[in-house]
């Protein structure tokens, strides 16, 4: 399983992104993706995952600011984020668990990371 992710970049503080991440190759029937982030100097923390169901969970520092959400058709998931702020920068990671619903760090398979950079 390959999982690519893209639409990264630079945004002023309020201003908003989204992130895809779409899974390829021998992709599990059923699977959750979780979304995990890792500024400079900090350890990866947990953002928000989505269960095969589309079930959603976030961390606090995200919640009402930033969606998870998912089509099976396509096998992508994506990562809305609005009001940005600096400390949201980040590289920001997709990662896929083969599983219906899933939440921790032990994930299958991972995406290569894309950077999001929020200036003030």
């Known amino acids: 399983v390959q999982l690519q992710a893209s639409g990264g970049g630079s945004v002023q503080a309020g201003g908003s992104l989204r992130i895809s991440c779409t899974a390829s190759?021998?992709?599990?029937?059923?699977?959750?993706v979780g979304w995990l982030r890792q500024a400079p100097g900090k350890v990866r923390e947990f953002v928000g995952t989505?269960?095969?169901?589309?079930?959603?969970i976030y961390a606090d520092s995200v919640k009402g600011r930033f969606t998870v959400s998912r089509d099976n058709r396509k096998s992508t998931i994506y990562l809305e984020m609005n009001s940005l702020k600096p400390e949201d920068t980040a590289v920001y990671y997709c990662?896929?668990?083969?599983?219906?619903?899933?939440?921790?760090?032990?994930?299958?398979?991972w995406g290569q990371g894309t950077l999001v950079t929020v200036s003030s």
């Open positions: 190759g021998r992709t599990p029937s059923r699977f959750a």
């Open positions: 989505i269960s095969w169901s589309g079930t959603t």
């Open positions: 990662a896929l668990k083969e599983a219906g619903a899933y939440l921790g760090f032990d994930y299958d398979y």
